[in-house]
């Protein structure tokens, strides 16, 4: 679950989750059993970008490349059977709520023996 | 001799339109993967096409498919590490979820076709790729049949469905029918998938025909699935008594040459009466027992224009009236429209008007020819030519399709005097 949220900017628009949501949130996450992994992410602000060139050149640049409202506040891993199960955490999540959304993935398994 | 085999032809046809969405189910259901089933199924039918003729049809047609394929798919798997690893899970899954059902050969095919409705139909695939996943895998039609249902060529109909499965496999969408909690969630995905379907084959008086009527048959005929599967779901009744009357119109609504033919000047001694009356009776069932929906709203005002005589002895304030309640379940511009219509039929064309005025600037109506057409309509019937030709002539900017072009053709000479 990658856990997109509004840009610090505008953080002050809509009604924000709070602090204990994510808190309860975890915890439901690990009692259950479901969860594997996972961190939230520092602001934005903190965000450095590194490229590395066709020549070989590194280029290291302030935030991130794209300007985008939305940015990747976080994530966790979790272990359900199926989407519809990773669906059902993922509306439960505060970072679903208020604008922002939570995309849900799975984690690509690579083949035995390649 | 050859009438013999022909026989048996045609009554494998029907045991293969009539099993196939069934066994391709079982076998998702079983193995987890839906190229694999598509696979199995084509092989069995085969085997059936060469056994069959010879043997003559097996006591238990599906049983015998089921067995065949299963068969065929293990031995796949067996040769397969890969998606032999994929059926070790499964298995080990499957034996945690409860004991594994009674041997195959001595049960008839299990119906798992309303997981695979919903495995079909599920949020996390596009919207335009649900009505086609669902001809594809549980009316059995081709790629190619498919593609042409949906008027885009068959590569590009091929690329949607390798994605749209690939996602299934990939993101793990679950082949199961949601639980109660879920089910008023996920429902109106799968019967708009099927709606899809039935609009597709209804809306096209263009193109060849005989192929878009056996799109709203093969709509009707998913929808009574889904009605036998969920017998108590009041809005799979209200969409097939929607489908049925609305298709029973279907031999009325084009003239000798092809041409548009308005509710209004429908001959209605060529509706379908067998038709309506099996609608009536499930509209009556979607609208009881509970808070009735969309479809049942819609098919209860469709009942309405089936039961009257004439356009005149319509029970236009009992249609309003629907059509009030539809628009605070589905606030869509082109409802509102709709209600205009009718409000015009009750108390004249001008409330008609003034309604219509209010929808002018409702950008989602911009580029909708029923928009000005309605509008000129009315125009008319107040005896305001210039301005009914004026918007006759907007409609036709924006008409898609040639018979619906020629009406309004036809219209707007009659009310241009030049």
Redesign the interface.
Known sequence: MLLYMSAATDAEAGDQCTFEDWIRYEREMKDSGIWVSGHPLQDLTTCTSVRVGADGERTITDGPFVETREVLGGYDIIDVPDLDAALKWAARSPGATGGASVQVRPIAEIPVGV | MRGEGAAVGSSVEAVFREERGRLLASLVHRFGDLDLAEEVTSEAIEAALVHWPAEGVPSRPGAWLLTTARRRAVDRLRRDR?LA?RLAVLQA?AERAGPAPPADADRDLPDDRLALFFTCA?P?LPAQDRGALTLRFLAGLTTTEVARAFLVPPTTMAQRLVRAKRKIR?????F?V?GAD?LPERLPTVLQAVYSIFTEGYAASSGPDLQRTDLTEEAIRLARILRRLLPGEQEVAGLLALMLLTDARRAARTGPDGEVVLLDDQDRTRWDHAMIDEGRALVLVALTGGQPGPYGVQAAIAALHDEAADVASTDWPQVVALYDVLLTMVPSPVVALNRAAAVAMRDGPEAGLALLDGLADDPRLRGYHLYPATRADLLRRLGRDDEAAASYRSALALVGTEPERAHLLRRLASVADD
């Open positions: 890969v690893t899954e599920h996390a990939d993101a793990r969408i679950p199961r949601p879920e």
